[in-house]
Every structure is written in C-alpha cells, then in structure tokens.
C-alpha cells in the first residue's frame, strides 16, 4: 500500500492525486457502472458486484441502482442491509454500518473533507473521517452524514436531515442542523406491536 492511499485510510491528510488512488477510483467506476446498468433479470450478479466492491458485506442486503461510491474499499455493511435509489458514498475515510439498516432514497454518506485553509485546499490536500452507524437504524430520503458522524442503535433519522454531530441510541433525530426530537419509547413498541397484531387478524 502506498503513503497517499495509507494516509487516507488513517483518515491523514493526503493527495488524491495519486496513481494508486486514481488506480483505485477507475475500477470502482468500472464495478459501479455494471451494477448500475444490470436490469432487474441480473441481480445475482449485483449481489456479487457489491461484494467485490466492499470491503464487508452481510449475507443479505440489497442496493437499488443508481448508486455512486468513491472507492468500495472502506465500505462494510452487516446483514439485512437496504439503501434506496440514488444513495451516494463518499468512503474516502471507513463508513461501517451494522445490522437491519435502511437507508431512503437519495442519502448521502460523505466522509470526505477539504481544509479551511484556501491555500492548502487549492494545493489538491483532503482528509477524511470515519462515519459509524449502529444496528436497527433508519435514515430518512435526502438526509446527508457528515464527515465523523457516529449514529447510535435503534435511531430513526427524518428525511432532509443534515447530521453533523453523534447521534446517540434510541432516539428520533430531525433537522439542519439534525438534533434529537424525543426518546423512542416503551409506548412506540407498544403501539406498534398492537398495529401489526391487528394486521395478522385482519388477514388470517
């Protein structure tokens, strides 16, 4: 592994511009090219793609096409793992994601970051950090993740949501800038386990 790719990884300051990366890049491309334009008759083999292209996958997930990544790599999604159309991630540092997570259309996932500084900025330098989410979390449409962003187990995220602080465990979080809206409860599970249960009498 060369210094650019290895400081990018450990989230360093580092120069995109560099053939191990560039190298890097085209054949995530390539992958996401075939796995975007394979029809609903292929998708045994956009299973696969993602496989190859990720660093970790469950046993079972799925990634409805279109769908954008940088590099794959630093991707590692656990089981029963679902993003919607048009989600985008941006893993130039790690993005983990664990079990039962649901991501709505057009998320994105942006661990990459620019210095303040123009200067620097304008000599090419990036960084990244690491984005984390738990298990049993789902992300409404259109909401971003910024850069170092830790969401806990059992959140729900609202649609259109701009996360850029920790979201900690058991909570319904909302806005731009996301903050928490209230605790998911006791009565939440109560509530909806009385629904489904009067699904399954409605249809027996």
């Known amino acids: ?37 394979a029809d609903e008759e292929h998708k045994k083999y956009r299973l696969q793609l993602i496989k190859e292209l990720f660093k970790n996958t469950g046993k079972n997930y799925y990634i409805e096409p279109p769908f954008r990544v940088d590099y794959g790599f630093n991707m590692s999604i656990g089981e029963n793992f679902y993003a919607n159309y048009d989600c985008i991630f941006l893993d130039i540092a790690p993005i983990k994601i664990g079990d039962n997570v649901l991501l709505g259309p057009r998320v994105g996932l942006y661990t990459a970051g620019h210095p303040v500084d123009s200067v620097i900025r304008n000599q090419g330098f990036e960084y990244g950090k690491s984005i984390s989410i738990g298990n049993n979390v789902w992300i409404g449409g259109n909401a971003i993740i910024n850069p170092g962003v830790s969401i806990g187990n059992n959140v729900i995220i609202g649609s259109g949501s ?5 979201i900690p465990n058991n909570v319904i979080a909302v806005g731009n800038p996301c903050h928490v809206l209230r605790k998911i409860t006791v009565e939440d599970k109560k509530y909806w386990e009385h629904t489904r249960n009067r699904y399954l009498s409605d249809v027996e």
Not at 3 to 18: G, T, V
């Open 162 to 166: 701009i996360v850029t602080k920790n």
């Open 1 to 37: 592994m060369g210094i650019q790719k290895e400081r990018m990884i450990n989230q360093e300051l580092y120069l995109a511009d560099d053939d191990e990366l560039k190298k890097a890049r085209k054949k995530a491309k390539v992958l996401i090219r075939k796995f975007n334009s």
